[in-house]
Every structure is written in structure tokens, then in C-alpha cells.
């Protein structure tokens, strides 16, 4: 039987371009985009990218290491404003088990110079599988493939 | 222009009742709606609950004071989706809340049963957004401390 245990925890990520806001946006709502920066690292065999992007829609993608652990995540959207702000829920699966349920808010705001990108991740970490400093170092990773692609 | 606040909150109760019997509050559809949904002063147009991972719960309800506390006539609406379901043990959900159609929050809840001193301890936690024109934080804290004092006297009377 597996011992049930649970993890909360909130990271914020922070961000400034020098773009305008809706290119930013873009980047999220735009699947052709998003599928350009949003995945594992470059050497993991991966799913296709799907993303219906709107209130309801659904976001997937999984991949892993040659023959080694599948992670699979998976997104269901739950608020837009465009140019603004995107919320959705998101289940992280490593191969059958489910490791996190988290709520991601993305805040899209303009500068005088651009957009700052607020990122606030809240998530609840199942049964030991993982903890929120893994997660927060993964998803700065993601955020760096996003500089990359906006930066290009 | 937007606005979003972030915040999270967890109550703790004990439940005389056993974890089975906690647990049936929240799975079974008759009972969910004795004790989550059905109050005094709330006129509930709808209900529906598909309780299974990756199902979905919508309940629509009116305030019957609605026109004189917010000046217009008001339906509120939730919306939740369960991402987990461990029997007897665990049930994470998803959930919005909607006033006359415009979304005001999304939350994550996570509630935990546990067995304890002849009953049950149930964790509740919530982490939340939530936008412009909407609650804050500590009404909704105050609403789930009711609710899960709704559900005390539900299982004390169907006992």
C-alpha cells in the first residue's frame, strides 16, 4: 500500500523582455510557438505537443531519456486574458504514478521598456515522488528555453 | 487591468465519523449536495457531480438576498474538475468560481482523510488565485471553515 503524503509549496518566477506584451502572450497561446520552447531538455525522446488553447482547453506533452522514466504532463486550462494572464492546472505523471497536481498563473504585464512575465507556481507533491525544488529548477529551465525563443 | 493575488490556506478538523464515512461525504452525490451545496438563503438551480478522476462538478446557486447585497440580481457558479481521487484517503480537485458568469478565482484544493482518536482528521488545503472583483483569501477561508462545519453536522446527523 503506498504511504499517502503531501508536499505544498509556491515558487514565483520573474521575468522582464524587451518585447511587447503581446508577443510575450504569443509565446504561451500560440501552439506553434509554445511547442518551439516548451518540452524537456533537447536529448529527451518526445510526445507531439497538444495545446487547444482556450477556457477548457487541454495542454499535453511527455517525454523522458531513451528507455528510462516517461514524465508526462498534462493541462487543463482554466482562465484567459489575452495579453494578460493564463491560469491552468497541470497533473506531472512519472510513468503510472502521479507525483503533482499544481495551479500555474502567468501575469503578462507592460513596462516601459517591454513586459514583465510574473510566473506563480502552487502545487501539492504526492507521496514523496518529488519536491517543489526540483520543480522550481526545472521550470527555470523552461523559462530559459522561452528567453531563448524570444530572444532569437 | 488586471489583477491577481496569490494565497493559500489549510484547516484542520476532526470528524468523529471514520474515514469511509468522511470519505462518502464527498464521493456520493446525495450527500455531497446535503452539506456542500444546500443552505439557508441559497436558492440551487443545479448540481451535477461526476465523481471519477478527470470528471467534473458544476453547481450553479443564487443568493436570495443577491439584488439588495450586490445590486443586481445573482447566480454564482462552480466549477471543478477532481485530478485525484485515492479512496478513503485523498481527493485533489480543481475549481473556479463565477459570479453572473465572470470568473473571479481558480483554486487547487487537496483534502486529506487520516484516521484518528475514533474518527477522522481531514486536512484541507487550498492554494488559490484570485482575480479583480472577486473574494480574497479570507472570505474563503471563512466560507470552507463553514462548509466544513456543514459537513460536521451532516455526519453527525446521518450517523
Redesign the interface.
Known amino acids: 500500500m503506498t504511504k ?1 503524503t ?1 508536499t ?1 509549496a ?1 515558487f514565483v518566477i520573474e521575468r522582464e523582455y524587451p518585447h511587447p506584451p503581446a508577443k510575450v502572450f504569443a509565446a504561451f497561446a500560440d501552439p506553434k510557438k509554445k511547442a518551439r520552447w516548451f518540452g524537456g531538455p533537447d536529448d529527451w525522446e518526445k510526445s507531439n505537443h497538444q495545446l487547444d488553447f482556450r477556457v477548457g482547453g487541454k495542454e499535453s506533452i511527455s517525454g523522458g531519456p531513451a528507455g528510462g522514466t516517461v514524465h508526462a504532463y498534462n493541462a ?1 486550462i ?2 484567459i ?1 489575452d495579453n ?2 493564463i ?1 491552468l ?1 497541470y ?1 506531472m505523471h512519472l510513468d503510472a504514478a ?1 507525483i503533482s ?3 500555474a ?1 502567468t ?1 503578462i504585464k507592460p513596462t516601459a521598456t517591454g513586459t514583465r512575465l510574473i510566473y ?1 507556481e ?3 507533491y ?1 507521496d514523496g515522488y518529488d519536491d517543489a525544488g526540483q520543480r522550481e529548477e526545472g521550470t527555470q529551465q523552461l523559462f530559459g528555453q522561452l528567453d531563448a525563443f524570444l530572444n532569437t | 487591468m488586471t489583477t491577481t493575488t496569490h494565497a493559500s490556506f489549510v484547516i484542520e478538523r476532526h470528524y468523529s465519523a471514520s474515514p469511509p464515512r468522511v470519505y462518502a461525504a464527498w464521493s456520493d452525490p446525495e450527500a455531497k449536495r446535503a452539506w456542500f451545496v444546500e443552505g439557508e438563503g441559497w436558492d440551487i438551480q443545479s448540481f451535477d457531480i461526476d465523481f471519477r478522476e478527470g470528471g467534473s462538478e458544476k453547481s450553479v446557486y443564487g443568493f436570495r438576498r443577491g439584488e439588495e447585497v450586490f445590486g443586481e440580481k445573482t447566480a454564482f457558479s462552480n466549477e471543478t474538475v477532481f485530478n485525484e481521487i485515492v479512496e478513503n484517503e485523498r481527493i485533489v480537485f480543481t475549481y473556479s468560481m463565477a459570479r453572473n458568469g465572470r470568473r473571479f478565482s481558480v483554486s487547487l484544493a487537496t483534502v486529506e482523510i487520516k484516521p484518528a482518536d475514533k474518527g477522522s482528521r481531514l486536512i484541507f488545503t487550498e492554494h488559490g488565485a484570485f482575480f479583480e472583483g472577486g473574494d480574497n483569501v479570507t472570505m474563503r477561508e471563512q466560507g470552507w471553515q463553514e462548509l466544513l462545519g456543514k459537513l460536521d453536522t451532516f455526519l453527525a446527523e446521518s450517523a
Open positions: 499517502r503531501t505544498h509556491t487543463e482554466w482562465d486574458v494578460e494572464r491560469v492546472a497533473e502521479r497536481v499544481s495551479l498563473t501575469e506563480t502552487q502545487g501539492v504526492l
